[in-house]
Every structure is written in C-alpha cells, then in structure tokens.
C-alpha cells in the first residue's frame, strides 16, 4: 500500500481483556516500529524490528505487552490482561532500513480504550 | 525523567510571520534530532532533521538550529501559513540510528489569518 496501515482505527475493550492491533508497513521497508501515544504526552517507544526479529524491545512496559513480525512484514501488537492504563493512541510506523535519516513513515494510530 | 522537553504547549502567530517553536533536551549522547508535524486523527509526519555535526539545516519555510553547548534546538518556520496549524513534536535519538526516538510533549501551532 501507499503508507502505514493500522487497524483497528478504535478498539474499546474491558479491563482484563486480550486485545491485538495490526500493522501493514509500506512494501518494502525492513523496519517497523511501535510506539504509544498517551494524552498530553508526545509518541513513546515501544519496540523496533528488523526484518522478524525484534531488534529492540526495551519500551515495552511489562510482560504483558509482546509484539511479533514473522514473516517480516505484517506486525501485531498484542495486550493481555488489559488496564485502564493501557489506554492510548498505539502508533506504527515503517522505514526502509534502521537508519533512516529521513525519519520514519507513521501510520494513523489504533485508539485503544480500556473501559 | 523528561530528556527532550517542548517547555511551550502552545502558539499562536500571525499569517506571513515567522513560528519559532523550541525544544530542550538533557542527554549528551544525542547525535540526531528530528522535527515531526501531527494533525488531529493522523501520525504523525516527518519534517525534518539535523544531525549534531551541523548547527543548521534548512528545507524551503523551514530551518531547524541546533545549540549543542546549550542543549537546545528551535524550528522556524516563514512565512507562517495557516495550513501549518498542527502540533509539532521534538526528537532525538543517540548512536548515529533513528531506531528509537525520544519525543518531546509537543507544541501546538495556530496560525491565523
């Protein structure tokens, strides 16, 4: 596709729930990002893959929140045991290589709210 | 522990003048720095950047300075236009990669006409 596409665009969940967000980069970049959007605060890093594997993984808050790639393209964000907390603006966003010196191309964001 | 701070939440400028938005940062071992521009319901889309060997780097209405002895960088944009209206996000990053950034909280831009 032309950019970063993310869905759901809203996902409204309890508390307790397992929740996934899906994010298609732009064909061809080996890069993928995560990061998190909480009111008021500007996007936070959650986890960086290259290709597969998970080349960074040291924004995500706890062991409830894990992140796959397998075949290098499609990620999925996964949420268990969903809080209140956890509620945000979940941002993805592809680039051709890791060092982008032209930053990265964001996706719209999945709004997650844990009610 | 805030390492790139956007001290201004908000500003407002003329049509035609110039926007000054400014960002503050405190980790020495940034080397990259990058200015992104988010519209409501969107992500948030690249602007531009500098590296830390420059102190200056410009792209048409927009020029980026930074200050490393001082910790500090600022956009300026002119003229200013009302479709500039957005929040403008600061961030930085170390180890000569992109891979993980750390934004700043943001500054919101009106522009009127």
């Known amino acids: 596709g032309a950019g970063v596409s993310q869905t759901p665009s809203n996902k409204v969940t309890e508390k307790g729930k397992y929740v996934e967000l899906r994010c298609d980069p732009i064909s061809g970049h080996t890069a993928l ?74 996706g719209s964001g999945t709004r997650l709210t844990v009610v | 522990d805030q390492q790139v701070k956007q001290n201004s939440p908000s500003l407002s400028v003329q049509e035609g003048r110039i926007s000054i938005l400014n960002c503050d940062y405190t980790n020495s071992m940034f080397d990259y720095f990058l200015w992104y521009k988010k519209y409501p319901a969107e992500g948030p889309t690249f602007l531009i950047s500098i590296s830390s060997i420059k102190d200056k780097n410009e792209d048409g209405r927009f020029t980026v300075f930074l200050n490393k002895s001082a910790k500090h960088l600022s956009l300026h944009i002119v003229p200013s236009q009302p479709g500039d209206s957005a929040v403008y996000f600061c961030a930085a990053s170390a180890g000569g990669a992109t891979n993980k950034l750390i934004f700043g909280t943001g500054t919101l831009l009106a522009v009127q006409p």
Request: glycine share 12%; net charge negative.
């Open chain 1, 33 to 106: 990002y995560w990061y998190r959007q909480s009111l008021g605060q500007g996007p936070e890093f959650l986890i960086y893959f290259q290709g597969t594997g998970a080349a960074d993984d040291s924004g995500l808050p706890n062991d409830r929140f894990f992140a796959v790639r397998p075949e290098g393209s499609v990620s999925t964000l996964k949420i268990q045991r969903t809080e209140r907390g956890d509620s945000a603006v979940y941002l993805c966003a592809s680039s051709l290589g890791p060092d982008s010196s032209h930053g990265y191309t964001f």
